[in-house]
């Protein structure tokens, strides 16, 4: 009796131990998104010119930083910088972007934007071009033309003719020409605007649309999943059929159809001061004043950096319980500007220093890359 009283305690005790999931048999879900595996820095000391990196691009073995004293080449291990003294227009580099069917690179600055092709630099500004601002906050490229969103409007340049068109609140639903972001899909271009929301053309039938929060309310989202999460617009990419739009209040998802609201404390989101989105597929990598979050918009992981070193991992997965892993690395620092994805890892551009990711199970381009990465100071 008492052999068989202490098999049925033990029996219970192990059934106690055994996760719910794991008796049902079934394993936790999979997540649509690589995790973070590591985190590598790149400062002064690797050749970054700069702490400050406001952003990064990483395309064909190269790896482009704009920081706050010039343009940063990572490429086989060594930084080569272009600054003012190698033709650049100004040493504050906001934004970068590469024309897919020449290689060029299009930098913006904080006094005109610059192309540089083949090893030369052709720059634009207000008084030699169509720019319409020397202030360029977003660049893209696409449709026939480089798109260049700047303190005082939309400027398009032609590819093939050079010749640039002008878009702002005098031509367009725009209530404000201080435009932060541009971005296209197969047959739309998205324009965000500070304190105007998002616009939208049609680019076959050169209408517009707008689409703002319809609570009027900077700060607050008062009536969720309405439209923008704010009027105040930091950032939007579009990507795979979803446009995402950044704002120091949250960040908002719509797929053409719907909007959904995401905010910090009512989701996962670390923060809802998000500088900038960046999205592989439909998995949106959103940079933060307190951290990286990454999400499908249903499942999420977060990576936060500790004091004493090291880091941390929240990932939430639908109708289970959050995971939180220690990190033995971090981003060179929470205070994340920018990001550029490929298959094997993500650069972030960071207050303090440049951040290579490398993504668990992306061995390839990661391993393979031969770099003299040590760990910056925080």
Not at 137 to 148: I, K, L, R
Not at 269 to 285: E, P, T
Request: hydrophobic fraction near 40%; include cysteine.
């Amino acid at each position: 009796m008492r052999s068989k009283a202490l098999l049925s305690t033990l029996g219970a005790a192990l059934l106690l131990a055994v996760p719910l999931r794991a008796l049902a048999g079934v394993p936790p879900a999979e997540l649509p998104f690589p995790l973070i595996e590591r985190f590598e820095h790149f400062g002064l000391a690797q050749g970054l010119p700069a702490w400050k990196v406001h952003c990064v691009l990483a395309d064909k073995g190269k790896v482009w930083a704009g920081t706050t004293k010039g343009l940063a080449v990572l490429e086989g291990g060594k930084f080569t910088v272009i600054g003012p003294e190698q033709g650049l227009s100004h040493s504050v580099v906001t934004t970068l972007a590469i024309d897919p069917s020449t290689g060029d690179l299009w930098a913006g600055t904080l006094r005109g934007l610059n192309r540089i092709s083949a090893g030369k630099i052709e720059t634009f500004t207000q008084t030699n071009s169509g720019l319409p601002n020397n202030v360029v906050y977003s660049v893209a490229v696409g449709h026939g033309a480089v798109w260049a969103a700047t303190a005082a409007g939309v400027g398009r340049r032609d590819a093939k003719s050079g010749s640039w068109s002008l878009y702002d609140a005098t031509n367009t639903l725009m209530h404000e020409p201080w435009t932060y972001a541009v971005t296209l899909s197969p047959d739309k271009l998205y324009v965000g605007v500070w304190a105007g929301g998002i616009v939208e053309q049609d680019l076959a039938r050169g209408t517009w649309k707008e689409y703002r929060d319809p609570d009027g309310e900077f700060e607050l989202d008062l009536a969720p999943d309405d439209g923008p999460i704010s009027d105040i617009s930091s950032w939007a990419t579009w990507e795979d059929g979803i446009l995402w739009q950044a704002s120091y209040f949250g960040i908002a998802r719509y797929d053409g159809t719907r909007w959904k609201s995401y905010l910090e404390k009512k989701t996962p989101l670390v923060s809802n001061f998000v500088n900038f989105i960046a999205a592989k597929g439909q998995v949106a990598w959103i940079c933060t004043d307190r951290g990286l979050t990454v999400t499908d918009g249903t499942s999420w992981a977060t990576y936060k950096s500790l004091e004493k070193g090291g880091g941390t991992l929240e990932i939430t997965r639908p109708g289970a319980k959050v995971e939180t892993r220690r990190m033995a690395t971090a981003a060179s620092n929470d205070f994340i500007l920018g990001a550029s994805i490929t298959e094997s890892e993500v650069w972030l551009a960071t207050s303090h220093g440049l951040t290579r990711a490398v993504l668990a199970g992306k061995r390839g381009q990661a391993a393979e890359r031969k770099t003299n990465a040590q760990g910056a100071s925080r």
